[in-house]
């Protein structure tokens, strides 16, 4: 049986999360179901803790999920062994006291944690059934960002607390996934430069250690409306996707993750034949976070959208490079999750309308604001893209060329703002900054199309309906 260990805080426990949501994303539909064939031990929450006394089988605890769920259930269909999850999370806790394993403070989670751990282990032991501890998911650090003291010392912190669970568990090679915290919502917005630290504490210690997995998690989805778009976690359908963000994580580790390659057979045009080359880039809205391929069967006159159409040569940079084309791939729905962007449509009405070749390149970071696409950037150096943007459209540009074709950069078409904090009086001066200004390079006059922000449903769901 392989084990696995899942600790934390709020977004650990599935803040603003609900079960009954799950039906409504259809690559997760089901997960509201237990799961009988994996195991599951869980202390979950600060003063009311909610116990399994035992195992049971995994499901949805008091109505939330944490990523779990659909970790499972991913890593179950690709490894041929039963799977057991050992769970405690409480939310508003930090590393620096509660989870500190020196001195434990506040609520005293680590002690807490291993305490639950053993007694898990130790009853697999009275039923003789074996194990292995497979891997560690931390998602934590949230407020440890607004402690003077927790907030510089978190990478120290981390890099101790990874070597304690080791030590008391006995297990030196135990591989350790670290979860980026969300960085949507005004939470994530305002505290850009307290986040930064800690992901930057969270990166020394997956840089040093061989055995420390850095997790991305800026393009999942989080809740917005009412009370949650105030707050920073992630809602039922950011939780289904973080759990899968952990278990390609692990199964790329021991070689079982399922490749996803969708090369172009055949190239589209001819030799020396002009190309016409389409930019999208921008945040959550370019990258299509809550419209599913699957419903695209369901839209009358659209359903050829599922379909990869091999006229028209795509690649793409999404998420802040979290998934990457293989080169040039034909044109359809290329999304994490099973989603896909506007770029559909858009393809569709363009080559209806624009004579001769079109080609389409996307370059979207949903975790990111205004000021980081602009040429100075900001403090938070893993989140200026400007850079990486200008020389993704270069390489399109040469990579077409080198094929023969005279490429024409005909227009970039820019979502933003949805990321970008209203409260941040500069952010509408900065779409100027960041495509006309002094250091634009050369080359890229092209004709470009800002595109306006649009309100949220109480939801926060765009749905699937092309735009």
């Known amino acids: 049986m392989r084990v696995f260990i899942f600790a934390g805080q709020s977004n650990m426990e599935g803040g603003h999360s609900k079960a009954k949501d799950i039906k409504r994303y259809p690559p997760f539909v089901g997960l509201d179901m237990p799961q009988d064939k994996v195991l599951f031990s869980y202390n979950i929450g600060r003063e009311e803790k909610l116990t399994s006394k035992g195992w049971v089988a995994l499901q949805p605890v008091n109505n939330l999920l944490g990523p779990e769920l659909s970790f499972a259930r991913r890593v179950s269909q690709e490894i041929n062994a039963p799977i057991a999850i050992i769970k405690c999370a409480a939310g508003g806790t930090t590393l620096g006291a509660d989870w500190n394993p020196d001195e434990p403070g506040g609520f005293k989670l680590y002690p807490l944690a291993l305490r639950l751990v053993q007694s898990s282990l130790a009853e697999l032991d009275r039923k003789k059934v074996p194990y292995r ?18 907030k510089p010392n978190y990478g120290k912190n981390l890099k ?49 250690d061989p055995l420390a997995e ?107 490079g979290y998934k990457i084309s293989n ?41 990111s604001q205004m000021n980081d696409w602009t040429p100075q950037g900001t403090d938070a150096k893993d989140r200026n893209l400007y850079p990486q943007f200008i020389a993704f459209i270069q390489e399109s540009i040469k990579e077409l060329q080198a094929k023969g074709h005279q490429a024409e950069l005909a227009g970039i078409f820019y979502h933003v703002g949805k990321t970008t904090c209203p409260l941040d009086l500069t952010a509408a001066k900065r779409p100027n900054v960041a495509v006309h200004g002094r250091n634009k390079p050369p080359g890229l006059g092209a004709p470009f199309a800002e595109m306006a922000c649009q309100p949220t449903t109480a939801h926060g769901r765009k749905g699937t309906k092309p735009h």
């Open 133 to 150: 501890i497979e891997g560690f998911m931390w998602h934590q650090g949230e407020n440890d960002m607004f402690n003077k003291e927790c």
């Open 160 to 208: 101790n607390f990874l070597a304690c669970w080791r030590r008391d568990l006995k297990t030196p090679g135990l591989k350790f996934y670290i979860g980026e915290h969300c960085t949507k919502t005004i939470w994530g917005m305002d505290n850009r430069d307290n986040m930064y630290a800690i992901r930057a504490g969270q990166k020394a210690v997956t840089d040093s």
């Open 214 to 320: 850095y997790i991305p998690t800026s393009h999942d989805a989080v809740e917005i409306g009412g009370g949650e778009g105030l707050h920073y976690h992630y809602g039922t359908l950011g939780q289904l996707e973080h759990g899968v963000n952990y278990a390609d994580a692990y199964l790329r580790t021991i070689g079982k993750l399922p490749a996803t390659n969708r090369p172009l057979k055949v190239w589209p045009y001819a030799k020396g034949s002009p190309v016409k080359l389409f930019i999208l880039a921008g945040h959550r809205n370019m990258e299509g976070e809550r419209a599913f391929a699957q419903e695209l069967e369901a839209l009358q006159g659209q359903e050829a959208l599922a379909n990869d159409n091999n006229r028209v040569a795509f690649k793409y940079s999404i998420g802040g």
């Open 327 to 367: 080169g040039w791939e034909p044109f359809g729905p290329a999304g994490f999750y099973d989603t896909f962007g506007p770029e559909l449509s858009f393809g569709k009405a363009l080559q209806g309308q624009v004579p001769g070749n079109i080609a389409m390149a996307k370059f979207t970071h949903s975790g």
